[in-house]
């Protein structure tokens, strides 16, 4: 065992997972071992931090069943700063899995951005992120700590769809608006882990914070779509093209996506690394170069009204009682009750997790031509859909993708940028779709078709 006051100069893991025994923690580690001491790997050395020896031991074990692999355990409690200090000194990146990120993030990424640490987390709490890029992007840049959140299901599947889905929009054609569909799908039963349910009753609670927090920061600038908004639309949709019904999702995955399109637009060619190769410059030169900016929203989708029913009234359940503290004490003294099951204390079995996918529908319009964008009641007429599909979302693709992140972060640190707090998009994006494609997360191009008429979005 390390101790956790160590200080080393050079690092002596190439990455830690701190939180390494919670629910999601456990299986990052399976998904990081598939990868530990293989020839093409670059992760060689891996140690898993928390607050239990007994309880990441046992992870290890579940994780790979003896022998066990060479990975060492580290103690470290996120209330403990000098403990985060001396895992940012031994590591060269750091996976965090504790949540919810509002309670136990921020003295996570101040370490990193004070040591120099690289940083990936799987947060889905827009409040969390936007907070650490207002407080630590300028530090992050001078120290060389790289800080990137959301590398789980929220929001690598909507960052990499969107940019797979502008991509397919060939000049003269640009898109225009997109919405993505997000439809889970299971032959069992499917559940989510209480700390994900918690961090979502926690950020509609403190939503008024967020609201506080973006009125005291610089405006956004404006992203230069072509062509005026999408309109409303119905708040209950059907879609015909792909047969299903669906409703708004006020998750972080369109927040994120904006945040990649501006800073791309502040950098057409995206980021430049510290000490980048000439491939690398030309290969981040063209992937930038062939996306587009479009407005984009997410919905959930159910092939069922009954299902759509059940979303909206777990919506309202969680937007009425997570206001109030009694309401919230229900909320979370019964998640399975105001959920309809969808959370649990315990978490999904294994065998819901083999039983569940996601298929996330990404329906484009745009124009033909960019000419046609500035005309008069200018309409869409063209339509592009693509898809990307993958394993149960939670704690099989969410430990895929920041694994990948991970795996691009050591194998590709100069062509990254120096510092800073980052969404996964610009960062990740000329790399991290083949890479999801090679570890059961596809990507497919549906349809290009041209509109008429009042078919037209
Ligand atoms: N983006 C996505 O799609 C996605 C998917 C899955 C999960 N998540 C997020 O990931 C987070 C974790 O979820 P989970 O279901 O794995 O939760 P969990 O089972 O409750 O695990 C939490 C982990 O954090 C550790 N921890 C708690 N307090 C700590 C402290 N003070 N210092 C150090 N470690 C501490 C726990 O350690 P002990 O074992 O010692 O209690 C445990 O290892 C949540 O915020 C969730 O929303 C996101």
Not at 184 to 199: C, H, M, P, Q, W
Request: hydrophobic residues 40%; contains cysteine; proline residues 8%.
């Amino acid at each position: 065992m390390q101790t956790t006051q160590i200080q080393n100069p050079i690092p002596l893991y190439d990455i830690i997972i701190l939180g390494a025994s919670g629910f999601t923690g456990k299986y990052v580690v399976k998904e990081a071992l598939k990868f530990l001491n293989i020839p093409s790997s670059p992760l060689k050395t891996l140690a898993l931090a928390g607050r239990s020896h007994e309880k990441l031991t046992k992870t290890l074990q579940w994780a790979a069943p003896p022998p066990s692999p060479d990975v060492s355990i580290i103690i470290a409690d996120t209330t403990d700063p000098a403990s985060l200090l001396s895992l940012c000194n031994q590591t060269k990146l750091l996976l965090n899995c504790v949540g919810p990120y509002r309670i136990h993030g921020e003295p996570v990424v101040a370490a990193c951005a004070s040591s120099g640490c690289d940083y990936l987390d799987i947060t889905g709490e827009s409040e969390f992120m936007e907070k650490m890029g207002a407080k630590y992007h300028e530090k992050a840049g001078e120290t060389g700590s790289l800080i990137v959140s959301a590398c789980g299901f929220d929001s690598i599947p909507a960052e990499m769809g969107v940019l797979f889905n502008t991509r397919q929009w060939v000049s003269p054609a640009v898109p225009n608006h997109l919405t993505a569909y997000v439809s889970l799908e299971s032959d069992k039963r499917i559940v989510g882990n209480f700390a994900t349910y918690e961090s979502a009753v926690l950020a509609v609670a403190n939503m008024d914070e967020l609201q506080e927090l973006r009125r005291s920061r610089p405006r956004k600038p404006t992203l230069a779509i072509p062509g005026p908004p999408p309109p409303e639309g119905p708040s209950i949709e059907y879609q015909e093209q792909i047969g299903l019904r669906a409703v708004r999702l006020p998750s972080a995955d369109a927040i994120v996506v904006q945040r990649t399109l501006v800073t791309l637009m502040d950098n057409p060619r995206g980021l430049p690394g510290i000490k980048e190769s000439p491939e690398h410059t030309e290969k981040r030169e063209a992937y930038w170069s062939s996306v587009k900016p479009a407005h984009f929203g997410v919905k959930i989708a159910s092939k069922s009204l009954l299902g759509i029913y059940r979303i909206i009234g777990v919506g309202i359940f969680i937007g009425l009682l997570s206001r109030i503290s009694f309401g919230r004490w229900l909320l979370l003294k019964f998640p399975s009750f105001f959920s309809f099951g969808w959370f649990r204390k315990t978490g999904p079995s294994e065998e819901e997790l083999r039983s569940a996918s996601f298929k996330m529908w990404f329906v484009g319009y745009g124009f033909s031509d960019s000419s046609l964008a500035s005309e008069t009641n200018s309409k869409p007429d063209m339509q592009i859909i693509t898809r990307v599909t993958g394993p149960e979302i939670g704690y099989v693709t969410t430990p895929i993708s920041l694994i990948q992140c991970a795996l691009i972060v050591l194998s590709q640190r100069k062509n990254l940028p120096k510092g800073g707090v980052y969404t996964p998009g610009i960062i990740f994006g000329p790399d991290l779709q083949e890479r999801l494609q090679e570890n059961r997360v596809s990507f497919d191009l549906v349809s290009k078709t041209t509109l008429r008429g009042p078919t037209a979005a």
